[in-house]
């Protein structure tokens, strides 16, 4: 978010290195994370023994400029030296030191989808050792469970495609400037399901729905004719203004508190309308506050259909 900033640090104090520790269960996501993260500027180290992780980030005599890049460090249950326990409190050390800003994400997702997952590419699952593919994953989820509640940020991919978890990470993880949020405004359809990993969520059912007007019911909330029957509904205006209020007190208020994002969602019935011309008129009125919000519309290439919709309304 492009919002006022004290006076930049010195170049001689860049701030404190940011570390972000990967980990989660085995087929949930974490080498894609990775991947994304490198992608994004990070230095990426996977499987790293933990024991060793305090030698790596431990103060040294190398110029600043080449100890204070993000760095990103995965490991797992396979991982040498692999105790939750001593990772935890290995955490707490990191954490109170001045010259690191560390984080803790953890990667989820649901039993059934991760025997889906291993059945479908044959990998065999780290955790088996001859015992069925349920018991295994049931291990593992039993040893991580202490550092999923441990985790500064948890995201469950479940539900989430490829390229959906990997936008995610870039809209966590974007290395931005200092002290910059980085804002999301997304459309979605409630009848497909809630977005994982919105901080606020506002449903524009109670609008008057285009998809049962003739002619508008093969076009999208980005096409003018659907705009202007939206902003016929009586309580279009007012709404909005009211969302609009809200947003542009609460966003600085997170930027203080030091929150890295924000993710603002609009909801309809099917993802196509309502909620996208209002992520649409929502991200410009926040622009022209002075904030850079980043579009996304989930579910606009999803084809109209009256058994989503169900009912007029």
Known sequence: MDTAHPADQSAADPGPQRILLVTGLSGAGKSTTLDVLEDLGWETIDNF?????????????EPV??????????????????????????????????????????IDCADGE?????????????????????????????LLEALRHAADTVIDTTSLATNELQAHVRDLFDIGEA??????????GFARGMPPLADLVFDMRFLDNPHWVDGLRELTGRDAPVGEHIEKDPAFHAAFEQIRDL??????????????????????????HRSVFTAERMAQGLREAGFSPTVRHRNLGSRAADEIERVPG
């Open 247 to 272: 947003l542009l007190t609460l966003l600085p208020r997170y930027e203080a508190q030091g929150k890295a994002y924000v993710h603002v969602a609009f909801g309809c019935t099917g993802g196509r």
């Open 179 to 188: 002290g910059d949020a980085t804002l999301t405004i997304s459309s979605f």
């Open 49 to 61: 023994p933990v024991r060793m992780l305090e030698r790596l980030v431990a103060p040294g005599d």
């Open 114 to 142: 991760l025997e889906r997952r291993f059945n479908e590419t044959r990998r065999r699952h780290p955790m088996t050792h001859g015992r069925p593919l349920q018991e295994g994953i049931a291990a593992e989820r039993d």
């Open 65 to 106: 400029d080449e100890q204070r890049g993000p760095l990103a460090i995965g490991f797992d249950s396979r991982t040498r030296g692999f105790v939750p326990a001593d990772i935890i409190e290995l955490l707490g050390q990191l954490t109170e030191r001045n010259d690191l800003s560390v984080s803790f994400m953890f």
